[in-house]
């Protein structure tokens, strides 16, 4: 999950070389490893593109009647502990479980809304679409609680986009609206990049210290 970019050699050849200074010291040190914050910038928006990527995946495998969605169930569940343990290094393993629990609830209901739409259940679809936006509200609960740098109605409105734009891109692929659907998973991909790094920014302001 974890990338770190490298310095090509030949960089740090020059480095060392003109490393006769404190300054150029401190320079080749900085230069060779991202800080902690860029760091969990970059995995919490790999965490959060698995999450709309491999739901993607599962709604055009549903949606076709493929087999592969039960596979691509499975691993979006993956992804929603991915995300907790991610969290749970600065809020604990029973912060991080939470999370998760409240997560794969996210996943599952959104399984319910998605078989509910394609049998044409209108009764179903409702109560899996209430059941969604409650347990969006759960998790906005849970966050603003765990971190004051984000606050509730904040998160609760970036879930609801979520869950929006999630609804939209499965409603364009049930009535093959090829287009609608590619411009709703750009729209939702882009949001979720959003959603990263507001939690980034989170995490970085009440653990300046320990991400730093």
Same mark, same amino acid.
């Given at each position: 999950? @974890?990338?770190?970019?490298? #310095?090509? &050699?030949?960089? !740090?050849?020059?480095?060392? !070389?003109?490393?006769? *200074?404190?300054?150029?010291?401190?320079?080749?040190?900085?230069?060779?490893?991202?800080?902690?914050?860029?760091?969990?910038?970059?995995?919490?928006?790999? +965490? =959060?593109?698995? &999450? #709309? @990527?491999?739901?993607?995946?599962?709604? #055009?495998?549903? @949606?076709?009647?493929?087999?592969?969605?039960?596979?691509?169930?499975?691993? !979006? +569940?993956?992804?929603?502990? %991915?995300?907790?343990?991610?969290?749970?290094?600065?809020?604990?393993?029973?912060?991080?479980?939470?999370?998760? /629990? $409240? $997560?794969?609830?996210?996943?599952?209901?959104?399984?319910?809304?998605?078989?509910?739409?394609?049998?044409? %259940?209108?009764?179903?679809?409702?109560?899996?679409?209430?059941? =969604? &936006?409650?347990?969006?509200? %759960?998790?906005? *609960?849970? +966050?603003?609680?765990?971190?004051?740098?984000?606050?509730?109605?904040?998160? !609760?409105?970036?879930?609801?986009? &979520? $869950?929006?734009?999630?609804?939209?891109?499965?409603?364009?692929?049930?009535?093959?609206?090829?287009? /609608? /659907?590619?411009?709703?998973?750009?729209?939702?991909?882009?949001?979720?990049?959003?959603?990263?790094?507001? +939690? *980034?920014?989170?995490?970085?302001?009440?653990?300046? *210290?320990? #991400?730093?």
């Amino acid at each position: 999950m @974890i990338r770190r970019s490298a #310095v090509p &050699h030949a960089l !740090l050849l020059v480095l060392a !070389l003109v490393g006769c *200074t404190p300054a150029a010291t401190t320079t080749s040190s900085t230069a060779a490893a991202p800080s902690g914050a860029s760091q969990l910038r970059v995995d919490m928006r790999k +965490l =959060w593109s698995d &999450h #709309v @990527i491999w739901t993607r995946q599962y709604i #055009v495998s549903a @949606i076709a009647g493929d087999p592969s969605a039960q596979a691509a169930s499975q691993r !979006l +569940l993956k992804n929603q502990e %991915d995300i907790g343990n991610a969290v749970a290094q600065y809020y604990g393993s029973a912060a991080g479980a939470k999370l998760t /629990d $409240l $997560l794969k609830q996210h996943i599952l209901i959104a399984v319910d809304l998605v078989t509910a739409a394609k049998a044409g %259940d209108a009764a179903k679809q409702a109560d899996a679409d209430k059941r =969604w &936006h409650d347990n969006a509200a %759960d998790i906005a *609960t849970f +966050l603003s609680g765990a971190n004051p740098n984000w606050p509730r109605q904040t998160l !609760l409105d970036m879930l609801n986009q &979520h $869950l929006a734009l999630t609804t939209q891109e499965a409603v364009a692929r049930l009535q093959q609206k090829w287009s /609608d /659907d590619t411009v709703a998973f750009d729209r939702i991909f882009s949001q979720a990049m959003q959603m990263a790094d507001a +939690l *980034t920014d989170g995490i970085a302001k009440q653990f300046p *210290t320990k #991400v730093s």
